[in-house]
């Protein structure tokens, strides 16, 4: 039975790092005028090492201000070779050294209309540069972005259920038997 409770509580540890798809929030402080240049957001994403990838259902708000399409906004990536923007093809990184990524309520690539959009190019210039409509964001570092996983209840959940038959089972006591003899 002990072995048992071990067992379930460990599979109830691990299981909550099975998921592939993982919720992040970011946020990136920019010089600015005017405004504050506090850029915030949420997206979703596959973290490996510090690159996450297959970044999708992205939250753009600068000062509090959400973008347009929050949600469903475009994602792109920046190609050396051609000097493009390539769609769905974005990656970030927890600290910010690897990102290449455009987010914009627009599909910058074919020169559709936008009213807001977010980039850095860690690799390229180092540069992070939000506009919009109303105000025009500038920082020379990628150190001002940051990302962070945010846990999903259902990991909090599984974690700590887990943590309790672990706990049963290291608790339990063996039954001690009397024999006569």
């Known amino acids: 039975m002990r072995k048992a409770l071990l067992g379930a509580g460990v599979a109830l540890l691990l299981s909550g790092t099975a998921h592939a798809q993982q919720h992040f929030k970011f946020s ?8 504050s240049g506090v850029v915030t957001g949420t997206f ?7 690159l996450i990838t297959n970044l999708s259902n992205i939250y ?36 910010g050294t690897q990102n290449n990524f455009l ?25 992070a540069i939000m506009q919009s409509t109303s105000a025009n964001f500038f920082a020379n570092s990628p150190s001002s972005f940051r990302a962070e996983l945010v846990p999903e209840p259902a ?25 006569f003899a």
């Open 28 to 35: 990136a402080h920019l010089t600015s005028t005017p405004g």
């Open 44 to 50: 979703d994403g596959t973290l490996n090492g510090n």
């Open 60 to 95: 753009v708000f600068v000062d509090g201000a959400a973008f347009n399409s929050n949600g469903a906004l475009y994602n792109f990536a920046f190609n050396l070779s051609d000097t493009s923007w390539t769609g769905n093809a974005a990656v970030a990184s927890l600290d």
């Open 103 to 127: 987010f914009s309520d627009g599909d910058v690539a074919n020169y559709q209309p936008y009213t807001g959009y977010f980039y850095s190019l860690s690799n390229y210039v180092d540069i």
């Open 155 to 179: 990991s909090w959940t599984l974690m700590i259920g887990g943590f309790g038959l672990v706990g049963a089972a290291l608790r339990q006591r063996r039954s001690m038997r009397v024999r």
